[in-house]
């Protein structure tokens, strides 16, 4: 993964993040305030050597104080001034608890012993740093004189008296929310850079392309207007006019020697938006000039008439089995009288049959060699219609929806291909994101567009153009030799 990909992980899950982050947050501060409140407070004492009458002297006892406070400092946490701590202050503790809540330490180069106890109230921690204290100079004093009371040149005195703590010192609030925010944080960092491994869905060409030794031919940009109100009544907006052009583009330039002019077109599951790229594809084809047909040959559940709002009466199986001629079927559609649709006609009761014969083939491949054919069929992996259909034609795009298609459904889609020999010609991943994480990397143009700022402007929802009558006669030169020859056997499976 590049900083890029980290950056889109993060992108995509930044509310799991931020959910992970206060959750941590409030956690260390409710556990906080689940814990007893504890005081430190403070004093210090210092060795003295007594008066010195020259420098000699006063160097003599400085240094002889600086080493013998290495020993006192083992002396300040024994158990002996525990006990004398414990009986100054009237307790029934032992004197281990009270050594554990007692540190001395003795500054670098001093001749000063630091003491610090804890306590559940201020004043609790201020009394045994002052009896400790006591207890230290006492034992000290034992010590260098023998227990006999006498004088001593070392004598051990207050220098600082404890203070009476103002705030707890434990647990500290603040540095236990920071740590929980960071752990928190982290934990959900770790949680989106896992979902995002795990992640099977495609969303990006370079997704495909990485997985799949493929090229991605065309990625169209997700438009409400047609999830909404469908391919036909939806105006295309400036993004996806230009994304279907540069899909056009592509098409025609995959093979310069041998473009492929019969296309099927097709998806791994249903809903993964074939029809509407079939549509948008064959108008973008008819408005370079071409002349394009558009087939249902989706056998079991036809829709492209019905969204284009032609009569389905009469289509492709009756031209299969020899009761219609083609060019009694082909319905002109759209302003540039380029475009030409052939409906699915009467369902058979066996499509994968009837999309293999011979007639289908011939049909195909009988439109003048000038006019791009595409045949919108079945999905891939629930029936085998479009696999059987690629097998016979140039080649086949799939479609997959981002966010949506994964890499094993994608990869399950092209393996039925490959069974039966059909060219897989590219992929054309559909409904692209304009926003967020994974939208485009171009997603920016998607806001560019020439207009001219005295032109109406036009309502999503404006009437597209109606289909035209069905023509008697088709205006392209050599259209009318498109009849295929009869199929016998296809005529009497479909009888049957």
Same mark, same amino acid.
């Given at each position: 993964?590049?900083?890029?990909?980290? %950056?889109?992980?993060?992108?995509?899950?930044?509310? $799991?993040?931020?959910?992970?982050?206060?959750?941590?947050?409030?956690?260390?501060?409710?556990?906080?305030?689940?814990?007893?409140?504890?005081?430190?407070?403070?004093?210090?004492?210092?060795?003295?050597?007594?008066?010195?009458?020259?420098?000699?002297?006063?160097? =003599?006892?400085?240094?002889?104080?600086?080493?013998?406070?290495?020993?006192?400092?083992?002396?300040?946490?024994?158990?002996?001034?525990?006990?004398?701590?414990?009986?100054?202050?009237?307790?029934?503790?032992?004197?281990?608890?009270?050594?554990?809540?007692?540190?001395?330490?003795?500054?670098?180069?001093?001749?000063?012993?630091?003491?610090?106890?804890?306590?559940?109230?201020?004043?609790?921690?201020?009394?045994?740093?002052?009896?400790? %204290?006591?207890?230290?100079?006492?034992?000290?004093?034992?010590?260098?004189?023998?227990?006999?009371?006498?004088?001593? &040149?070392?004598?051990?005195?207050?220098?600082?008296?404890?203070?009476?703590?103002?705030?707890?010192?434990?647990?500290?609030?603040?540095?236990?929310?920071?740590?929980?925010?960071?752990?928190?944080?982290?934990?959900?960092?770790?949680?989106?850079?896992? !979902?995002?491994?795990?992640?099977?869905?495609?969303?990006?060409?370079?997704?495909?392309?990485?997985?799949?030794?493929?090229?991605? =031919?065309?990625?169209?940009?997700?438009?409400?207007?047609?999830?909404?109100?469908?391919?036909?009544?939806?105006?295309?907006?400036? #993004?996806?006019?230009?994304?279907?052009?540069?899909?056009?583009?592509?098409?025609?330039?995959?093979?310069?020697?041998?473009?492929?002019?019969?296309?099927?077109?097709?998806?791994?599951?249903?809903?993964?938006?074939?029809?509407?790229?079939?549509?948008?594809?064959?108008?973008?084809?008819?408005?370079?000039?071409?002349?394009? =047909?558009? @087939?249902?040959?989706?056998?079991?559940?036809?829709?492209?008439?019905?969204?284009?709002?032609?009569?389905?009466?009469?289509?492709?199986?009756?031209?299969?089995?020899?009761?219609?001629?083609?060019?009694?079927?082909?319905?002109?559609?759209?302003?540039?009288?380029?475009?030409?649709?052939?409906?699915?006609? &009467?369902?058979?009761?066996?499509?994968?049959?009837?999309?293999?014969?011979?007639?289908?083939?011939?049909?195909?491949?009988?439109?003048?060699?000038?006019? @791009?054919?595409?045949?919108?069929?079945?999905?891939?992996?629930?029936?085998?219609?479009?696999?059987?259909?690629?097998?016979?034609?140039?080649? #086949?795009?799939?479609?997959?929806? $981002?966010?949506?298609?994964?890499?094993?459904?994608?990869?399950?889609?092209?393996?039925?291909?490959?069974?039966?020999?059909?060219? #897989?010609?590219?992929? @054309?991943?559909?409904?692209?994101? !304009?926003?967020?994480?994974?939208?485009?990397?171009?997603?920016?143009?998607?806001?560019?567009?020439?207009?001219?700022?005295?032109?109406?402007?036009?309502?999503?929802?404006?009437?597209?153009?109606?289909?035209?009558?069905?023509?008697?006669?088709?205006?392209?030169?050599?259209?009318?030799?498109?009849?295929?020859?009869?199929? #016998?056997?296809?005529?009497?499976?479909?009888?049957?």
């Amino acid at each position: 993964m590049e900083l890029q990909d980290y %950056i889109r992980v993060v992108r995509a899950h930044w509310m $799991a993040i931020l959910l992970c982050t206060v959750l941590g947050g409030a956690l260390a501060f409710g556990w906080t305030l689940m814990q007893p409140r504890v005081y430190t407070s403070t004093g210090s004492a210092i060795i003295t050597t007594g008066s010195s009458e020259s420098l000699g002297d006063a160097l =003599v006892g400085d240094n002889y104080a600086k080493s013998r406070v290495k020993s006192y400092l083992d002396i300040a946490k024994s158990r002996q001034v525990g006990e004398y701590a414990a009986a100054q202050l009237g307790i029934d503790a032992s004197p281990d608890s009270l050594v554990a809540r007692v540190a001395v330490s003795n500054p670098l180069d001093t001749a000063v012993l630091r003491v610090s106890a804890t306590g559940p109230s201020p004043e609790d921690a201020r009394a045994l740093t002052e009896a400790w %204290i006591a207890g230290m100079t006492q034992a000290v004093a034992n010590i260098e004189t023998g227990g006999e009371g006498g004088t001593t &040149v070392v004598e051990l005195r207050t220098l600082d008296s404890a203070g009476l703590p103002g705030a707890p010192s434990s647990p500290n609030t603040r540095m236990s929310v920071a740590l929980g925010l960071l752990v928190g944080l982290a934990a959900g960092i770790g949680y989106a850079l896992i !979902r995002a491994t795990i992640d099977r869905r495609l969303r990006s060409a370079e997704d495909i392309e990485r997985e799949f030794d493929l090229p991605v =031919v065309g990625t169209l940009p997700f438009d409400d207007n047609v999830a909404r109100l469908g391919p036909v009544r939806a105006t295309s907006d400036f #993004a996806m006019k230009e994304a279907v052009r540069a899909l056009r583009t592509n098409l025609m330039f995959l093979d310069v020697d041998h473009p492929p002019r019969v296309i099927v077109v097709t998806s791994s599951l249903p809903g993964d938006g074939k029809s509407t790229v079939s549509y948008k594809l064959a108008e973008a084809i008819a408005e370079s000039g071409t002349n394009v =047909v558009l @087939i249902d040959a989706d056998l079991r559940r036809p829709m492209l008439a019905k969204n284009l709002g032609l009569p389905d009466g009469a289509g492709l199986t009756d031209v299969l089995v020899g009761r219609v001629k083609a060019e009694d079927v082909l319905q002109p559609y759209g302003p540039t009288d380029n475009l030409y649709v052939m409906a699915a006609g &009467v369902i058979p009761p066996n499509p994968s049959e009837l999309l293999g014969s011979g007639a289908m083939r011939t049909l195909l491949y009988s439109f003048p060699e000038d006019a @791009i054919v595409l045949v919108d069929t079945p999905p891939l992996i629930p029936v085998t219609d479009a696999a059987i259909l690629t097998a016979r034609t140039d080649g #086949a795009v799939v479609v997959a929806r $981002a966010g949506r298609t994964t890499i094993d459904v994608l990869d399950k889609a092209l393996q039925a291909l490959d069974k039966v020999n059909g060219r #897989a010609l590219g992929v @054309i991943l559909d409904a692209v994101p !304009r926003k967020g994480a994974h939208k485009d990397k171009y997603a920016y143009a998607y806001n560019y567009e020439y207009s001219d700022p005295k032109a109406p402007r036009r309502d999503s929802t404006a009437s597209t153009p109606q289909a035209q009558e069905p023509r008697t006669s088709l205006p392209t030169q050599g259209w009318d030799s498109i009849v295929p020859p009869q199929d #016998a056997g296809a005529k009497k499976r479909t009888k049957s």
